[in-house]
T-cell receptor, first 113, second 113 residues
């Protein structure tokens, strides 16, 4: 079965610090997509960043970057210069070839003033 | 205006009642999805539809049914609601150019007493 594991249920960091959220996945597919979604208290699901498995270069979006290790099936999210507005639930997600997205259970991130 | 809308946004109902949650989209996407979110469990796929004539069960379809009335509309029904169906429900869509990105509605919080 294809699974996504987020090993950190909850994390807290001080504002302006850098934080890394972990994600591992299990699949026998070679081509797939990985995502990080943010869910703030408003509960809206917001796409933060996307990585295509066939691309070796790690994706970046402003303060957000990933460390994609395909052989290790690892896809961590780094948030630099964290801001209070980054406080949210973060979900790692994976879409294999058949297009049904599989979510991890989430990491609740608190940015402390 | 939001591209993916859900009605109602919040609903409280009683055990045994029939409930319909509606989803509409203006993105022109052909694929639509219904997810359920429970605390600590991430999002789980209930049903999905790749076009108007295509309906497929997801991981947790028992107790639910769906109707794809048009390309833009995808409804989720609980025929006889029970308390363990209390959850946050999300509709999502995907379409060209990239079916691998899903766009989420704002969610419906359903409470079954």
């Amino acid at each position: 079965a294809q699974t996504v594991t987020q090993s950190q249920p909850e994390m807290s960091v001080q504002e302006a610090e850098t934080v890394t959220l972990s994600c591992t996945y299990d699949t026998s597919e070679n081509n797939y997509y990985l995502f990080w979604y943010k869910q703030p208290p408003s509960r809206q699901m917001i796409l933060v960043i996307r990585q295509e498995a066939y691309k070796q270069q790690n994706a970046t979006e402003n303060r957000f970057s990933v460390n994609f290790q395909k052989a290790a099936k690892s896809f961590s999210l780094k948030i630099s210069d964290s801001q209070l507005g980054d406080t949210a639930m973060y979900f790692c997600a994976f879409i294999p070839r058949d297009d049904k997205i599989i979510f991890g259970k989430g990491t609740r991130l608190h940015i402390l003033p | 205006d939001a591209d993916v809308t859900q009605t109602p946004r919040n609903r409280i109902t009683k055990t045994g009642k029939r409930i319909m949650l509606e989803c509409s989209q203006t993105k022109g996407h052909d694929r639509m999805y219904w997810y359920r979110q429970d605390p600590g469990l991430g999002l789980q796929l209930i049903y999905y539809s790749f076009d108007v004539k295509d309906i497929n069960k997801g991981e947790i379809s028992d107790g639910y049914s769906v109707s794809r009335q048009a390309q833009a509309k995808f409804s989720l029904s609980l025929e006889s609601a029970i308390p363990n169906q209390t959850a946050l429900y999300f509709c999502a869509t995907s379409g060209p150019p990239s079916y691998n990105e899903q766009f989420f509605g704002p969610g419906t919080r359903l409470t079954v007493l």
